[in-house]
Each structure stands twice: as C-alpha cells, then as structure tokens.
Nanobody
C-alpha cells in the first residue's frame, strides 16, 4: 500500500512564506515523478511544480517564487512558497507516478489528501 502524506500549509499574510511537504510511503520500487497541483472552487486543477529525475518544471504563475526540493532517500518533496499573493490560495495536492512493490510493470498514479493554503491580510 502506497500513500502520499502531506504536511504544511495554513494561513499567511500577502508576501509571506509557507512550505508544503509530501512523503511517499509504503512499498515503493521507483518514483517516476512527484508534483504539486492546486485547485480553487470552480476552476480546473493547475500544475504548480513537478520534479522528474533532476528536472524541475514550474507554472509561469509561480516561477521565481516557489521552489521544489527533494530528499530522494526519503521519497520526499518540499514546495517552498515565497512571496505568496492573493492569487495563490487553493487546496494544494501532492501527486506522484511510481512503481510500487516488486515486479510492478507499470507506474500507478497517487494523490495526497490535499492541504489548504490561505493568503489574507
């Protein structure tokens, strides 16, 4: 059984910082990618940042403000969010494609439970 366990989030004033951490736990053979998505009510889910191997991709709306870091040995990814603005509040969810256990021939997709980020003065 594989789970993505999220931590962090909360509320901050505009210009403030928050970090979100996602840990993939369970029987994991190989992680293909890990990513953070966000969604606000009435809008489509948006990819915020993704790491595949050593490559990192960011949405244009967060470039220069958000940074993704990894601890490969712990199957963990952290999204550091700086200069948060009123456009950033959303439910942020961790996502990963990974091969679980042994003998798994295709990667499966997993989602975390989601964590709320609020930006208000």
């Amino acid at each position: 059984q594989v789970q993505l366990v999220e931590s962090g989030g909360g509320s901050v004033q505009p210009g403030g910082s928050l970090s979100l951490t996602c840990a993939a736990i369970g029987s994991i053979f190989r992680i293909v990618d890990m990513a953070w998505f966000r969604q606000v009510p009435g809008k489509e889910r948006e990819l915020v940042a993704r790491v595949i191997s050593t490559s990192r991709n960011y949405a244009d709306t967060v470039k220069g403000r958000f940074t993704l870091s990894t601890v490969n040995a712990k199957n963990t990814v952290t999204l550091q969010m700086n200069s948060l603005s009123p456009e950033d509040p959303a439910v942020y969810s961790c996502n990963s494609h990974l091969f679980s256990g042994t003998g798994c021939t295709s990667a499966n997709e997993y989602w975390g439970q989601g964590t709320q980020v609020t930006v208000s003065s």
